[in-house]
């Protein structure tokens, strides 16, 4: 087995059984007297492997690390450009009040 495998192996183990999902929240703002906004990234577990042997799991744990990191970037994409609107939204309500 080559070197890298094992480091290969646990990364994916490490991210296999998690997903992100990107959630709204409101907070109230004194400053302003407004209800503002945020989003938060949040992570969920989906699963566990119990009995996969040789490389078919191999296989499986760096195809659930791909979909959790593909997860966590599509996720936290939409969190930072929901986050700079509300911000922009929370601003410009503020100002006109």
Not at 5 to 31: E, M
Not at 42 to 47: E, L
Not at 70 to 80: D, K, P, R
Request: a positive charge.
């Amino acid at each position: 087995m080559p070197r890298a495998t094992p480091l290969l192996l646990a990364t994916a183990l490490v991210l296999c059984s998690c997903i992100f999902v990107p959630r709204t929240t409101q907070r109230y703002d004194p400053a302003c007297g407004l209800t503002e906004r945020h989003m938060t990234l949040d992570a969920y577990q989906v699963g566990a492997f119990g009995g996969c042997r040789n490389e078919g799991c191999a296989e499986l744990l760096v195809l659930a690390g791909a979909v959790s990191a593909a997860s966590l970037v599509v996720s936290g994409s939409v969190v930072v450009v929901g986050e700079v609107v509300y911000w922009l939204e929370a601003k410009g309500r503020c100002l006109a009040r």
